[in-house]
C-alpha cells in the first residue's frame, strides 16, 4: 500500500497571528472608510494596502459591510461602558439619569470623532433598508436605550414629565443629544464660546421643556 507523503508548504498561522491580520485589515479599512468613504473602499483597496493578495482577505471578513459590521458592534460598547449610570444614579432621580446619559453621549464623541463618523455618518446606501445593519441590535446600544427608556418611563410615572409617548420622548432626547454634537461636528469653523455651557444648556433646556411640556 502507498502512503501519500504530504507536500511541503508554508505552515500554518497561529491564532495570534490571524487574529493580528484580522486587526490590520480593520485598522486598514477604518483609515479607508473615514477618509475615501464606505463607498470607495473596496476590499481589493483594503487588501493592497494590508500587503497580501485580494482573495485572502476573504479569509477574514466575507465583505466591507462585515468589516463595517464590526466598527458598529464594537463602537456602540464602548461608549456603552463609557457612559453607564451608575447603580446610586440609575437607583435615585430618574431625570439625572437621563442628564447623564445626554452629557456622557456628547462627551464621548467628542473625544472619539473618528468613531461618530463610522457608527453615525457611514452607511451602505446601495443596499436595501432590510439589509442594511441595524446599530439597535447591538448589545451596548440595546443597553443604552433600555437604560434610557426605563428613565423616561419613570419620569412619567412620577409626574416629571407631562407628555406621556415614551418614544416621542426618548426619540426627542436623541434628537436633542445628537444635534449638539452634529453642530461642533459639522460646522468646525465656528469658534464656539463655550462649548460646555453650551451642552449644559442645550441639555437642560431640553429637560426643561419636558417638564414644562403643554400639548
Known amino acids: 500500500m502507498t502512503t501519500l507523503k504530504r507536500k511541503p508548504g508554508r505552515p500554518s498561522l497561529s491564532n495570534q497571528q490571524k487574529d ?6 480593520i485598522n486598514i479599512a477604518r483609515e ?14 483594503i487588501a493592497a494596502q494590508a500587503g497580501f493578495a ?4 476573504y479569509y ?7 468589516i463595517l459590521k464590526h466598527f458598529w458592534v464594537d463602537i456602540s460598547q464602548d461608549m456603552w461602558e463609557k ?28 473625544d472619539h470623532p473618528k468613531n461618530y463618523q463610522l457608527l453615525i455618518e457611514t452607511q451602505d446606501f446601495k443596499a436595501p433598508l432590510d ?20 428613565a423616561v418611563t419613570r419620569c412619567m410615572a412620577n409626574g416629571t414629565f407631562k407628555e406621556d ?13 445628537y444635534g449638539v454634537y452634529g453642530s ?28 414644562n411640556w403643554e400639548s
Open 32 to 45: 479607508l472608510f473615514i477618509n475615501d468613504g464606505y463607498e470607495n473602499a473596496s476590499m481589493r483597496k
Open 20 to 25: 493580528e491580520i484580522r486587526e490590520s485589515i
Open 165 to 177: 409617548n415614551v418614544l416621542y420622548v426618548s426619540q426627542l432626547i436623541t434628537s436633542a443629544t
Open 60 to 66: 477574514y471578513f466575507k465583505n466591507k459591510k462585515e
Open 184 to 211: 461642533f461636528y459639522s460646522l468646525p469653523s465656528i469658534a464656539w464660546v463655550n462649548k460646555e455651557k453650551l451642552i449644559e444648556d442645550s441639555i437642560e433646556n431640553t429637560l426643561r421643556g419636558l417638564q
Open 54 to 57: 485580494p482573495t485572502k482577505i
Open 83 to 110: 457612559s453607564k449610570p451608575s447603580d446610586e444614579l440609575i437607583s435615585g432621580d430618574p431625570i439625572n439619569v437621563i442628564r447623564h446619559l445626554m452629557t456622557a453621549t456628547v462627551h464621548y464623541w467628542l
Open 131 to 150: 439589509d442594511n445593519f441595524d446599530v439597535y441590535n447591538t448589545p451596548g446600544t440595546k443597553e443604552y436605550v433600555e437604560t434610557m427608556t426605563k
